[in-house]
Nanobody
Framework: QVQLVESGGGLVQPGGSLRLSCAAS????????MGWYRQVPGKQREVVAE???????NYADFVKGRFTISRDNAKNTVYLQMNSLKPEDTAVYYC?????????????WGQGTQVTVSS
C-alpha cells in the first residue's frame, strides 16, 4: 500500500557527503515508522537510522555523529544526510516504512539506492 521511491545515491570520495531522499506515496504522518537500512553483498541488512515513536530517533553506532535522519511531512519525504563518509559506508541503502493496522505491522521497502565511497 505504501510505495517508497529513493534517490540521492552515487559515488563520493571519502570524507564527502550525500543526501538520500525517500518519497512515500502516502502521508508519512499516517505511517507509524520510517527508517534507513543498508546492506552489503553477503551480509545481513542492518539499521542505519530510524524514527521510532513520535519524533524519537535511533542511530546505529557506526553512523552516530555523521548521519542525520529528518523528514518533511508536507513533502511526504524522509531524508538521510550522510557526512564524513567512509569506504565502509559503501552499501545499498533502503528506505523502510511500517504501517500499523490494528495489531498487525506491515513493512514496506524501497528499491534501494547504491552508495559507493571510494577515491
Amino acid at each position: 500500500q505504501v510505495q517508497l521511491v529513493e534517490s540521492g545515491g552515487g559515488l563520493v570520495q571519502p570524507g564527502g557527503s550525500l543526501r538520500l531522499s525517500c518519497a512515500a506515496s502516502k502521508s508519512i504522518f499516517n505511517i507509524d515508522g520510517m527508517g534507513w537500512y543498508r546492506q552489503v553483498p553477503g551480509k545481513q541488512r542492518e539499521v542505519v537510522a530510524e524514527f521510532t515513536s513520535g519524533s524519537n530517533t535511533n542511530y546505529a553506532d557506526f553512523v552516530k555523529g555523521r548521519f542525520t535522519i529528518s523528514r518533511d511531512n508536507a513533502k511526504n519525504t524522509v531524508y538521510l544526510q550522510m557526512n564524513s563518509l567512509k569506504p565502509e559506508d559503501t552499501a545499498v541503502y533502503y528506505c523502510r516504512a511500517i504501517v500499523r493496522i490494528t495489531t498487525t505491522l506491515y513493512h514496506y521497502w524501497g528499491q534501494g539506492t547504491q552508495v559507493t565511497v571510494s577515491s
